[in-house]
């Protein structure tokens, strides 16, 4: 290995986003019309970077494979970053597009909106991961797929297809724009796929179906390994090839912004993961990151490190 590639357990790959986030306002303005918010926060933002922060902040060694602009929300995306211990050193810096950015809108008592630039993000496709780089890791999760046509299904397959030759757990996360687009890129990569975690909204669009159960048989049955589906306050679910499902209910908290939970918990499963727990315990430890998440305004703002999850998930153990 050479010295340019340094050791991490968990390669992540995809959206990385300044998000611009204001704090719950008591409704939408009218055309022309002014609310007053009590923040508007500059944060990390996008699938990949917020799987990695938390990943981090869980001590969990992490590289982080994108695309940002040579702008000021670039370089703050990427201090941030350097701060909470990722490793930038695979982020490509475009000379062409600027910085991805999110406005995402809190009003109380509402679920937030989102408006969405996605810049330099369109520039990664998902050969920029290595064999040098993969053969560092245990896992490689891919999040916002779908979103970016040059990140492709084809792209993602052969991705982690060398990734099983490096006995690297493959971990695939959606973000729907074009849903017909993002089905038909689905079947290419799912056979490579060990695990995909969609929420049940995206897997409503993607399958047609309500059930979460249903919605997860149908993803193994297009190859997926492993379904884990999120449905909010109602919890998740988790099915894999040839067993019976599991089903574990969501913690009860005040949610003050939803944004980045979906990623808490997909950071929490994977350290349960590499803990090498018991599936329930890392579906347990996803439900308490992404609890930790919501509570703060911003996607990484609020989150768990290992010490404080431990005691969570103790004092508050989940039943199935």
Request: aromatic residues 4%; proline residues 4%; negative net charge.
């Amino acid at each position: 290995m050479s010295a340019a590639v340094r050791e991490s357990d968990v390669i992540c790959v995809g959206l990385i986003v300044a998000d611009h986030v204001c704090a719950p306002i008591r409704k939408i303005p009218a055309p022309g019309g002014l609310i007053t918010t009590p923040r508007l926060d500059l944060s990390i933002g996008g699938c990949a970077a917020n799987v990695g922060t938390d990943l981090a902040k869980l001590g969990i060694g992490v590289s982080l494979v994108g695309c940002v602009g040579d702008d000021p929300f670039g370089r703050f995306v990427q201090q941030q970053l350097q701060t909470n211990n990722v490793s930038c050193e695979h982020i490509h810096v475009s000379s062409t597009a600027q910085t991805a950015a999110t406005m995402v809108v809190n009003v109380q008592g509402e679920d937030r909106r989102f408006i969405h630039a996605v810049g330099a993000n369109t520039e990664l496709n998902g050969n920029e991961v290595s064999d040098e780089l993969l053969a560092s890791a245990k896992l490689v999760y891919v999040g916002g797929f779908g979103l970016n046509a040059e990140l492709s299904g084809e792209n993602v397959r052969e991705m982690f297809e060398r990734a099983h030759r490096h006995n690297v757990t493959t971990m695939l996360d959606v973000v729907l724009d074009d849903v017909s687009a993002c089905k038909e890129m689905l079947k290419t990569a799912l056979p490579e796929t060990d695990i995909f975690l969609p929420n049940c909204d995206e897997s409503k669009l993607l399958t047609g179906e309500s059930n979460p159960a249903q919605q997860a048989e149908i993803f193994i049955s297009q190859g997926a390994k492993t379904v884990v589906i999120t449905s909010g306050s109602a919890g998740s679910l988790l099915m894999a090839q040839n067993a019976k499902a599991i089903q574990l209910p969501s913690y009860n908290v005040k949610q003050v912004d939803g944004t980045g939970g979906g990623d808490a918990f997909v950071s929490g499963f994977v350290y349960g993961l590499l803990k090498g727990v018991t599936p329930l315990q890392c579906l347990n430890y996803g439900s308490a990151m992404g609890a930790s998440c919501v509570q703060h305004p911003g996607a990484t703002t609020g989150v768990f490190n290992a010490e404080q999850l431990e005691e969570f998930v103790v004092a508050n153990p989940l039943t199935a």
